[in-house]
């Protein structure tokens, strides 16, 4: 089982490459609404005006108090959720992959792997019963429909002969078609159970447990591919703020590191991506072939 955590796991390991950010642990369970904490070890680089992450929460120090080990503190920093968390989570000081950030990465990933352009789905299969005169037929329960693969009826139990001459209509009104998508029948069909298959974009994480194949719909040999897409969204702004004027935030030399090197680097992972989305919409294409004509 991979879920968005084992996801972010993975980015993390690879980004920071043997680096270890400064860590603390929470002393107590804290509520969605505590804005004092108290962590277990000295507070360090824990000082007034820095930030500090507990699972997917940025929370911001307004004031550290270093002999009891208590911080006042701004809950869900920059846009992160303020949430409950339980005595001995790690406190990570200014995390430079932050984890919320990197969800939403997933999650723009996911989207964009069934996209079009790229050619990736996921299969769903839904059973209407058809009773033998409507032309048109509503697809119950379908939220979002990128093509049909299949229509069969359910002759016997162990023959579902392929319906041939077949639609999709879509952007229908949903006071006729509940779901807003019908499929059409351009030739008789007697009543009974029609099995239908579509191709559907994957469903974006709600959560970093969200497993990637049974919630999102990714088959399990697309986890590099999501993993690539996020190292690759997380360092696309690493040469912005290289380029900023107000301030140095580069501590390496430009001898050591060139300006490009973050680019660079992140085109290579594009051309491997681009080879793994190739790879798997060729394997969708072969499993999944359009049987029917119109």
Known sequence: MTTAATILNRVSRQLLSGTVEERNKLASTITNS????????????????????????????????????????????????????SSGVLATLSPRFPRDQMLDAVNADIDDLSSTANGLFKVVTTNLTYNGSDRQINITGATNILELIDVRLRYQADDFPIINKVRLQRDLPTADFASGFAIVLDEPVQAGTLRVRFKSPFTRATT???????????????????????????????EVKRSFLESQVDTRRA????????????????????????????????????????
């Not at 070890?41 to 550290?64: K, Q």
């Open 34 to 85: 505590d804005t004092s904490i108290v962590l277990s070890y000295d507070l360090g680089g824990y000082r007034n005006g820095s930030v500090f992450e507990l699972e997917s929460e940025l929370i911001y120090i307004w004031e550290a108090h270093p002999a009891t080990k208590t911080l006042t503190v701004q809950r869900g920093f920059n846009g992160t959720t303020a949430v409950s968390h």
């Open 208 to 238: 970093e447990s969200s497993d990637l194949t049974s919630f999102c719909g990714l088959p399990s040999t697309c986890d590099d591919l999501v993993e690539l897409g996020v190292i690759v969204r997380m360092m696309a702004g690493r």
């Open 255 to 294: 001898e050591e590191v060139p300006p490009g090197s973050a680019r660079d680097s992140v085109a290579n992972l594009l051309r491997l991506r681009r080879e793994r989305i190739t790879a798997e919409a060729g394997r969708l294409k072969a499993q999944y072939p359009i049987q029917f004509r119109k």
